[in-house]
């Protein structure tokens, strides 16, 4: 049966089409140098698009000593509370715990949790009360502060607080659905922290 397999393929194939491969089809047609012309002449003027890299500031090298202020950035959605504010420290409440933050911190990335955030210049305290956000910690003794809503404590009302708790525990026993729960329990969550921070 070898011999057999050999001696057929052995033979020539006659009447087998050729199919040409891709390097033996025809070169393409030279540009047309009249075309490439006009064109150059009619082509839109339009510069790169930019991006938000191109609209922000380089950060300053990260020093050889440690600084003794830390520079801070602390920006909501729709305001800018510190820009560029140098303080001593700052503590923000991650989901983590607490972190204090001082110049020549490491690099550090932490999620927020609602609590308080105290930042701290000389003897002078300033609290604020965050539902939520990120904390970006730069090596070189800059803290950019995000968060999605903020409010300095001395502005906030114990009794709506105190009102919301209620509604929010009474919505949490009532409800039937998981998304139901699960906005009762985030309404809970924040209501306790803002007491917490209000009372402690």
Do not use: C
Request: proline letters at 9%.
């Amino acid at each position: 049966m070898l011999r057999r397999a050999s001696r057929l393929l052995g033979r020539p194939i006659l009447g087998a089409r050729v199919r040409p491969f891709s390097t033996d089809l025809p070169a393409a047609p030279a540009a047309d140098a009249t075309f490439n012309e006009a064109w150059k002449k009619v082509i839109p003027n339009m510069d790169p698009p930019k991006t938000p890299l191109s609209f922000m500031q380089p950060r300053p090298p990260t020093p050889a000593s440690i600084p003794s202020k830390l520079t801070v950035n602390f920006v909501l959605p729709y305001a800018s509370e510190l820009a560029s504010k140098e303080v001593d420290m700052v503590i923000v409440p991650a989901t983590t715990g607490q972190n204090g933050v001082l110049p020549g911190h490491v690099a550090t990335i932490a999620e927020l949790k609602p609590g308080v955030l105290s930042v701290h210049e000389g003897s002078e305290v300033t609290k604020y009360f965050v539902s939520s956000g990120f904390v970006f910690i730069h090596a070189n003794s800059f803290a950019d502060i995000i968060a999605v809503e903020a409010m300095p404590l001395d502005r906030i009302d114990a009794s709506l607080v105190q009102k919301g708790l209620a509604e929010f525990t009474q919505k949490l026993s009532s409800a039937t659905t998981d998304l139901e729960k699960a906005e009762a329990q985030i309404g809970i969550d924040v209501h306790s922290a803002l007491n917490s921070a209000l009372t402690g």
